[in-house]
């Protein structure tokens, strides 16, 4: 933010408004949620997914899941699709 500030005033734009701040902030976090998941509310799956794929109740054994699913799509975030968890956790029912 400090970087985007300065080269406003570099360039003789002057100080940008709060306002301007705001949306800027918000451009940046939503591209970074897109491309780079970091909590499990930004899998492409949530505990329903889980509780039918697997056929399972609400309970601790789904948050494990999501968190193993979190896991794997912050090592690899092009994991992080619907269908590609979804064949994941139809991997685990198998097992």
């Given amino acids: 933010m400090k970087l985007r500030e300065a080269d406003d005033l570099?360039?003789?734009?002057?100080?940008?408004?709060?306002?301007q701040?705001?949306?800027?902030?918000?451009?940046i976090n939503a591209q970074i949620k897109k491309s780079h998941p970091f909590t499990i509310s930004d899998l492409a799956v949530n505990g329903n997914d889980?509780?039918?794929?697997?056929g399972i109740e609400s309970g601790p054994r789904v948050g494990k899941?999501?968190?193993?699913?979190?896991d794997i799509v912050i090592e690899?975030?092009?994991?992080?699709?619907?269908?590609?968890?979804?064949?994941?956790?139809?991997?685990?029912?198998?097992?």
């Avoid at 701040?21 to 451009?27: M, P």
């Avoid at 889980?50 to 697997?54: E, G, I, K, Q, T």
């Fill in 50 to 54: 889980v509780m039918n794929v697997l």
């Fill in 65 to 70: 899941i999501l968190d193993k699913l979190l």
């Fill in 76 to 95: 690899k975030p092009e994991h992080n699709q619907k269908d590609k968890l979804t064949e994941m956790l139809k991997d685990l029912k198998a097992r």
């Fill in 10 to 19: 570099a360039h003789g734009w002057g100080r940008i408004g709060e306002d």
């Fill in 21 to 27: 701040i705001k949306e800027f902030k918000n451009r």
